[in-house]
């Protein structure tokens, strides 16, 4: 395949197709993401009236006092629950902090879980009555979509289709709520996201409406993805790719800042990374390595691929 895209179209799928078309459903998708990274989906059954309750939620907590959000940062958490303030996370190999502040919701784990060394259990705001509640719903929405895709990316590979039900199981996925304040007097070189890849399994991202979002292309331009309300972008995380010794592409992506007439307005989205588990290692699935090549990339567990991407990122 060429590496001058021919065609700027990320792929807009419907879910419901999964279980009509399969294979042509597969297809589509997975292309999208060999040649972009990125692809759109909708009809992926997270309610709309629950993104509402979440997204004016996020708006009520992210208007709270500085010093009330503040209290909610967890020193040596590395930003992996609660919140993380404005100016903070900064991309690999960036020296500007990115314009946003965000809040973390990760998996609620039973006592004694084997897991609970690695996953921090989750905090809650006590100034917003349902916070909770609303959110550990949106959580377990996302990850039903979420292994929806890995069944589609399954077949696309031609590995069994419930491959990444185990892999992905109690996974350390992590939901974060996105704040980019209004941007009220010049920022310099930075932008609400800078370029980065992101380091997860796949990221299903809700509120993308609000322009901003690029991708980088295979020959170097930056090309928006706009998604119509209530659409999920999904895209491919760095662990996949390494999964995939490079065949489903984690692709260069940011946040733009608004044009002047929108530069008042603030911007929130709601992405949900999906995590493989801690305990699993990130190795090439057999096939997608060339005959008399090496894989591109070493084996490695989930959590210390993690960890080494969270330090290059500032947030540990």
């Known amino acids: 395949m060429t590496d001058i895209l021919t065609s700027d179209t990320v792929a807009s799928v419907s879910l419901d197709d999964a279980d ?102 989750n905090v809650w705001p006590g100034e917003i009555p349902g916070f909770k509640e609303v959110f550990l719903e949106l959580y377990d929405a996302f990850d039903a979509a979420g292994l929806k895709v890995l069944r589609a990316i399954a077949r696309f590979l031609a590995v069994d289709e419930d491959y990444f039900t185990d892999t992905v199981r109690d996974g350390n996925s992590v939901m974060r709520l996105l704040h980019y304040p209004p941007i009220e007097t010049p920022s310099g070189n930075q932008i609400r996201a800078g370029a980065h890849e992101d380091i997860n399994t796949i990221t299903l991202l809700l509120g993308a409406e609000e322009a901003g979002l690029e991708l980088k292309t295979k020959d170097g331009r930056w090309l928006p993805v706009s998604p119509k309300p209530g659409e999920l972008v999904v895209n491919i995380g760095d662990m996949l790719q390494r999964l995939t010794n490079g065949r489903l592409r984690s692709t260069s992506h940011r946040v733009v800042n608004p044009a002047p007439d929108r530069a008042s307005k603030a911007r929130y989205s709601m992405p949900y990374f999906l995590h493989f588990r801690p305990d699993f290692i990130i190795e090439a699935l057999p096939g997608t390595v060339p005959a008399g090549e090496q894989p591109t990339w070493p084996p490695i567990s989930s959590h210390d691929y993690l960890l080494e991407r969270l330090r290059e990122i500032k947030l540990t």
């Not at 909708?42 to 503040?70: C, N, S, V, Y």
Request: glycine share 12%; aromatic share 12%.
């Open 20 to 121: 009509l078309h399969p294979q042509a459903f597969a297809e589509e998708l997975g292309q999208s993401f060999v040649d972009y990274g990125f692809a759109i989906v909708r009809d992926h059954g997270i309610p709309q009236e629950l993104i509402d309750r979440a997204e004016a939620m996020a708006k009520l907590f992210f208007a709270l006092p500085e010093d009330t959000k503040r209290a909610y940062l967890i020193a040596g958490g590395g930003g992996a629950r609660g919140y993380t303030a404005f100016g903070v996370e900064t991309a690999k190999g960036g020296t500007a902090s990115d314009l946003k502040e965000f809040w973390h919701v990760g998996r609620e784990l039973a006592a004694g879980h084997k897991f609970r060394d690695v996953m921090a259990d």
